[in-house]
């Protein structure tokens, strides 16, 4: 059984910074990724990262200031988001993915967290 759960959204001011958490278990091979949605809009790929490599890929929406990275003996894995701008703002949900051919497409992952609420206020 794959479990993911979020941790680490909050409000803060544009410009600051914010480490997301995403600690998953029953899950050792493919894609984890991070989405977000905001409200009105769809599900957006943020970034994703290959477990067995480490290779990481981004949008190009936030290249430079978010970074994502792994703790493979705490099997958490982290969105580092600095310098913060209101258009940032929604809910962040990892998700895991075994066979992921396309990694910005929601449905390539099978498994999803319940999400996170990052609000940046201007």
């Known amino acids: 059984q794959v479990n993911l759960i979020e941790s680490g959204g909050d409000s803060v001011e544009a410009g600051r910074s914010l480490r997301l958490s995403c600690a998953y278990s029953?899950?050792?091979?493919?894609?984890l990724g991070w989405f977000r949605q905001a409200p009105g809009n769809e599900r957006e790929a943020v970034g994703s990262l290959y477990l067995r490599d480490g290779t990481t890929n981004y949008v190009d929406s936030i290249k430079g200031r978010f970074t994502i990275s792994r703790d493979s003996a705490k099997k958490t894995f982290y969105l580092q988001m600095n310098s913060l701008k209101p258009e940032d703002t929604g809910v962040y949900f990892c998700?895991?993915?075994?066979?992921?051919?396309?990694?910005?497409?929601?449905?390539?992952?099978?498994?999803w967290g319940e999400g996170t609420q990052v609000t940046v206020s201007s």
């Open positions: 998700a895991a993915g075994r066979y992921v051919a396309d990694w910005p497409r929601p449905s390539e992952y099978e498994y």
């Open positions: 029953g899950f050792t091979f493919g894609n």
